[in-house]
């Protein structure tokens, strides 16, 4: 299994960005990776997902125009940026594995780190 870690949460105002980064033990370019976030006292929820390649992205309707997902297989490093933070983004978000990238919804997998929090709050 691919260790992965993420990092670049904090607190910001609304209105502003982060970056997150997911980085891997190993070598990503062959699989496909995704974010989900879980506030306290909710679900998890899928944010978003990009397959090996970039060929195909998901966005939740929650994040889709503030968020972007990209991926650098050099480095083995997925990113979000997230611009336009709003409060209800506030949560713990996580980078994982993905089973499948389906044009509504991100299968994750297995393994996923140990997330970074994120807080929007003036």
């Known amino acids: 299994q691919v260790g992965l870690v993420e990092s670049g949460g904090g607190l910001v105002q609304p209105g502003g960005s982060l970056r997150l980064s997911c980085a891997a033990s190993g070598f990503l370019d062959d699989t496909a990776i995704g974010w989900f976030r879980q506030a306290p006292g909710k679900e998890r929820e899928g944010i978003s997902c990009?397959?090996?390649?970039?060929?195909?992205?998901y966005y939740n309707l929650a994040v889709k125009g503030r968020f972007t997902i990209s991926r650098d297989d050099a480095k083995n490093t997925v990113y979000l940026q997230m611009n336009s933070l709003k409060p209800e983004d506030t949560a713990v978000y996580y980078c994982?594995?993905?089973?499948?990238?389906?044009?509504?919804?991100?299968?994750?997998?297995?393994?996923w780190g140990q997330g970074t929090h994120v807080t929007v709050s003036s």
């Open positions: 990009i397959t090996s390649g970039a060929t195909m992205t």
């Open positions: 994982a594995t993905v089973k499948s990238v389906q044009t509504n919804a991100c299968l994750f997998g297995s393994s």
